[in-house]
């Protein structure tokens, strides 16, 4: 037996790099960091710009993030079609509060953690945590803003390998200013100032250039970050429909998805991409898809609430009812629908966040 098991090692070592890299190719994505643990040779080889590529290039994870680590998360492999549990118990935070995910980008969570936050004191600790690897890091205080109002963290870039997290807050001064936090300078920096706008949650996405958010006016704030140019965009319209929307980002863009209420119930969902023209150097809406009749039937019997959440992960939209443990997705390469395998029955009730989870293979920081 113990010579078997010799000459299996031997037969390993013995392959050629090319062909042990098509092997290791194959792997899912999220295996990357635990295999970069075996051997000098494979850590070198995962963490190589050729198996990043990979990992940047692959469809990216859903990870639904309950408000309290003590719980486990869950990990949705498009690949393989199944739920895994993962752990984010790693984070520090005070037990009695709820941790708010407010953002990913390149396998990489941003998250709200201050205790004294949930009880209106003060404005959250920021922390910054990679699941995969259990690394986080928590940013220090910010030097001009003072109340938040919506945050974002930016892509890992592909040759400086960090990570920015930008916020949008008032000073103390009651200016609304753009905050840049750079996790190799590990210090915040005033990045712009930006017209006086509600902005209606704290959600924020980065895409192409631009941090968009939906105002209180029920329009969108797009702020070019490298022109420092803030414009406000009209939401499209349904003629004789009341209209509320979601907004979300996917691979082809920023996304609005319109949901078509009559008499207090869900009679449709309807999608539109945010175009920039750069001939008349204005946006326009792009109808990218509905949900038929049939499906919108089957996914407000998933549950007995008509709130609804969505979320762009690479390329598919996913929706999930109020309460419903039932993923709905549309696949907008395909234009097909499709529902997920149930998810956690502990979890139905729990308040939970959701994002996508793109890892990359040679992060070594969180």
């Not at 998250?111 to 004191?121: E, L, M, S």
């Not at 207090?264 to 009749?293: A, R």
């Amino acid at each position: 037996m113990g010579k078997l098991r010799l000459r299996k090692q031997t037969m390993w070592s013995d392959l050629p790099e090319y062909l042990m890299e098509r092997i290791l190719e194959c792997l899912p994505v999220d295996c990357f960091f635990r295999f970069r643990a075996v051997c000098n040779t494979w850590n070198t080889l995962f963490s190589s710009q050729h198996f990043n590529s990979i990992a940047r290039n692959s469809q990216p994870f859903l990870i639904l993030c309950p408000s309290s680590t003590q719980m486990p998360s869950l990990l949705y492999s498009f690949f393989t079609h199944t739920w895994r549990t993962i752990s984010l118990s790693f984070i520090p935070h005070e037990c009695q509060c709820p941790i708010n995910f407010r953002g990913s980008a390149s396998g990489l969570l941003l998250a709200d953690i201050n205790a004294n936050f949930c009880f209106g004191y003060s404005s959250p600790t920021l922390c910054v945590c990679n699941p995969l690897s259990q690394m986080y890091s928590l940013l220090p205080e910010m030097g001009s803003v003072s109340r938040i109002m919506a945050k974002a963290i930016l892509p890992v870039g592909d040759k400086t390998n960090e990570y920015t997290v930008m916020v949008v807050g008032m000073s103390s001064t009651d200016r609304v200013l753009l905050e840049a936090y750079n996790s190799t300078t590990k210090a915040w920096k005033v990045a712009g100032t930006i017209p006086d706008v509600h902005i209606r949650n704290e959600n924020m996405f980065f895409c192409k250039g631009s941090l968009f958010c939906v105002t209180a006016s029920g329009g969108i704030m797009a702020y070019n970050v490298e022109q420092g140019i803030t414009t406000i965009v009209s939401m499209p319209t349904v003629d004789a429909h009341n209209l509320w929307a979601r907004l979300v980002c996917c691979k082809i863009g920023l996304v609005v998805v319109g949901a078509i209420e009559e008499n207090h119930s869900l009679k449709g969902l309807i999608m539109w991409e945010l175009v920039f023209h750069e001939m008349v150097k204005d946006y326009k809406w792009v109808e990218i898809g509905k949900m038929p009749n049939s499906v919108c039937e089957e996914f407000r019997r998933s549950s007995n609430s008509n709130w609804f959440d969505c979320v762009g992960v690479g390329d598919k939209i996913c929706f999930r009812a109020n309460e419903s443990m039932l993923i709905l997705v549309y696949d907008v390469s395909r234009a097909s629908w499709n529902w997920l395998a149930k998810f956690c029955e502990d979890l139905r009730f729990v308040s939970m966040g959701w994002l996508p989870l793109q890892p990359m293979s040679n992060l070594k920081f969180c």
